[in-house]
């Protein structure tokens, strides 16, 4: 019942942008925790960006130092949507990018099928 679809991955040159979105079925995302994690081969999992506190009008964030001033997590009520917005794009951003729900505020336990992301010139 509950699924999260990702799509707008996409191959970039460096200092482009992309949004990727992740739709859900099953639940609402005001009811669960939204977090966007990335894997790049070789390399551990990475969370990327995490809600830390929505209340319909305000959506607060955190995210990886690594990508803090260029990323920006968004929502869209009304087609239980949440985004990724990435800006000024490196090769390092380049990775499988995941949306995750956690109903509990203790674990993640519904992932996205993943969408790959290419930053090279």
């Known amino acids: 019942q509950v699924q999260l679809v990702e799509s707008g991955g996409g191959m970039v040159q460096p200092g482009g942008s992309l949004r990727l979105s992740c739709a859900a079925s099953g639940f609402t995302w005001d009811d669960y925790v939204i977090g966007w994690f990335r894997q790049a081969p070789g390399k551990e999992r990475e969370k990327v960006s995490w809600?830390?506190?929505?209340?319909?009008?305000?959506?607060?964030?955190e995210y990886a130092g690594s990508v803090k001033g260029r990323f920006t997590i968004s929502r869209d009520k009304a087609k239980n949507t949440v985004y990724l917005q990435m800006n000024s794009l490196k090769p390092e951003d380049t990775a499988v990018y995941y949306c995750a729900a956690d109903p509990t505020g203790n674990e993640y336990d519904y992932w996205g099928q993943g969408t790959q992301v290419t930053v090279s010139s």
């Open positions: 809600v830390i506190r929505s209340d319909g009008s305000t959506l607060d964030a």
